[in-house]
């Protein structure tokens, strides 16, 4: 990417997000998500932020798009949320895994707002460990069909295609190996529904689908068949990077915001700010934001260096520890930097009517999605313990 390019990228990003900030507020006073989330980001072209140029994307190197979701965090986790679907988990895995045909049949109409993106891994009774999973598929002529309930996915009930994990039916043992697949969503055999009692991060779609007997064209299988475990790992690198860029995105702003209230609202005859137990909260966040900012700088570099050489096992060790390390980091900082911001805005700032309460509803879950703190701390131990045999998970 040149500069000129990555200029004119992060302006689009910037005048993107001045847009959004109504939007969003409006998800949240409405409490659901508003397609003019994903309009907007078309109109701005940062659709396929990832997405090579010669696929109608924008062809942004793993840092530069990690600064883009940093931006667009600061106006909420929901919309990032958005991004990461449709792009760090949905384009990416095409991008990396997907025959000619495929990139040339989605990467496009991604990048152009003619298809939009998912990735369903979890399902109700597998989340950590994603080989407790029960959907199926089997072959039959030039299909494959699938079977099974995915639970908890982001872009879930508004995606045009889904990239699905799934076993091989009736295999067990050494042959149980999961395989990924591009699953259009079109059709009676695939029931999606939207999952509303989530407290907080209105703005994302999050929802549960069923596939019943559902009928997915051969050439839509991702990757070699069996490879879908590593398939799953690899993207939720790129995942993990998009919400640790998020969380920083979420402690810059919650910055920002306690800056200018600080010097505003007085008591005891002074802005707050001078008062040293707020400055306390703030140099806080700011070792969270300046801590984070550098994590996830050297996770995105790692990452870059690994999908450059996708054979070499040193860099995709290095780059799964520093995104992990990043996400783990990145997430826990932003809440706590949440809620000193909170703090510091008293009263008010137990209240949705002011951003850092929104903040700290909507990044809890980064703790949570594309792996846990635990999993996260257990990838962390197991590689300062000497690598894969120890891993605690195994
Ligand atoms: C808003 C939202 C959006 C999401 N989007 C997507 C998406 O787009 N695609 C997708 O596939 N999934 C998505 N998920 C699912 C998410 O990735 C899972 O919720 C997460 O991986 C945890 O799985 P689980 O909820 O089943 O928890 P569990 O795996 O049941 O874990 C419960 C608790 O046990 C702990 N635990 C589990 N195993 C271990 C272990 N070995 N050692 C120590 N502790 C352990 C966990 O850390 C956690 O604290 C989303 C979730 C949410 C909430």
Redesign the pocket.
Known sequence: MTPEARAKLMADVEAYCQELRPIEELCYVERRPNDAIRDLALKHNILGILVPTRYGGRGADALTYARCLARINREGTGPR?FF??QSS?GQYPIMKYGSEAMKQKYLPASCTGGCTL?????EPD?????LEGTTTYTRKGDRFILNGV???????SIADAVIVFAFPEGKTGADRRMSAFIVPTAGETFEKEALHS?PG?YT?D?AMFQMNDHPVPADHLLGEEGNGFRIAMHTLIS?RLSVASGSLGVIEDCLAECITYSKERHQHGKPIAKHQLVQDHLARIEVMRATSDAMIERAAIAKQASDEKPGDKDLLADADYAVALAKYWASNAAWEAADRAVQIFGGRGWSELYRPFRHLQDVR?CR????????MK?KIASKVLGGKEWE??K
Request: aromatic share 10%; hydrophobic share 40%; net charge negative.
């Open positions: 949320t990461s679907g988990i998912a990735f369903g891994l979890t597998a989340g950590s460990n994603p995915k639970y908890l996915i982001s872009n879930g989530k991060m994302a999050t995942g879950v949570i999605y594309e792996g846990t703190d635990e999993i257990l605690a998970f």
